[in-house]
């Protein structure tokens, strides 16, 4: 592989670098995809992180997109580790964050979705989508549920994720929400 064009990474210089996440993810199951875009691969005459950004829109059967799923503010973290051994090496990404309250639709939801792959579509404080899941490699929901206490504690479902891949990338085209959901920009309602 050649690397000869790889240059010094330089630091913020002023730059904002919000962390966090914010409060909702997209989903969808693998099963709704016609197709599942990809980043390009690592190419030493491409501009600097092309092969980080997927730039081509996935697109779904008809019927069907993204999906929203509110998460408390503040109760999200996206994490990626190496894992695998010399020689064979990828990244596990993990996100964890929390869906409020009791309702049956949303216990349903989860109910279900533990058995099915997808790809998830994680916003960062700034709005910069970053991509969990992919063909063949997808995220898994792991949801699980608690009750509080009368004393204090949150009701509701802590949503857990999970998968493996190449790398952690970053998804920068249109977003094709399932019609009648709402779109990423709106506020959930009850």
Same mark, same amino acid.
């Not at 990474?9 to 409060?23: F, H, I, K, S, V």
């Not at 699980?144 to 504690?153: L, T, V």
């Not at 790398?167 to 094709?176: F, H, R």
């Given at each position: 592989m050649d690397l000869s064009n790889l240059t010094s990474?330089?630091?913020?210089?002023?730059? +904002?670098?919000?962390?966090?996440? @914010?409060?909702?993810?997209?989903w969808a199951p693998i099963s709704w995809f016609a197709t599942i875009a990809k980043a390009p691969k690592y190419d030493p005459t491409a501009v600097p992180g092309t092969s980080a950004i997927i730039a081509t829109k996935h697109?779904?059967?008809? &019927?069907? $997109?993204?999906? =929203?799923i509110y998460l408390t503010l503040d109760s999200n973290e996206l994490k990626g580790s190496v894992v695998g051994e010399r020689d064979g =090496?990828?990244?596990? !990404? %993990?996100? %964890?964050?929390?869906? #409020?309250?009791n309702k049956a639709a949303a216990l349903e939801f989860f109910n279900l979705v533990?058995?099915? *792959?997808? !790809? /998830?579509l994680v916003p960062d404080? *700034?709005?910069t989508y970053v991509q969990v899941g992919a +063909? $063949? @490699?997808?995220?898994?929901?792991?949801?699980?549920?608690?009750?509080?206490?009368?004393?204090? &504690? =949150? =009701?509701g479902i802590?949503?857990?994720?999970?998968?493996?891949?190449? &790398?952690?990338? @970053?998804?920068?085209? +249109?977003? %094709? /929400?399932? #019609?009648? *959901?709402?779109?990423p920009t709106q506020t959930p309602t009850a």
């Open positions: 990474l330089g630091g913020l210089e002023g730059a +904002d670098n919000t962390p966090g996440l @914010l409060n909702y993810v997209l697109t779904f059967k008809p &019927g069907f $997109g993204f999906i =929203r =090496r990828g990244q596990k !990404i %993990e996100l %964890e964050g929390f869906h #409020p309250g533990k058995n099915i *792959d997808g !790809i /998830m404080a *700034d709005g +063909d $063949g @490699l997808p995220v898994e929901l792991a949801p699980a549920y608690n009750s509080g206490k009368i004393s204090g &504690g =949150r =009701r802590t949503v857990k994720a999970e998968c493996y891949a190449a &790398g952690i990338k @970053l998804y920068s085209a +249109d977003v %094709e /929400m399932k #019609p009648g *959901d709402q779109s």
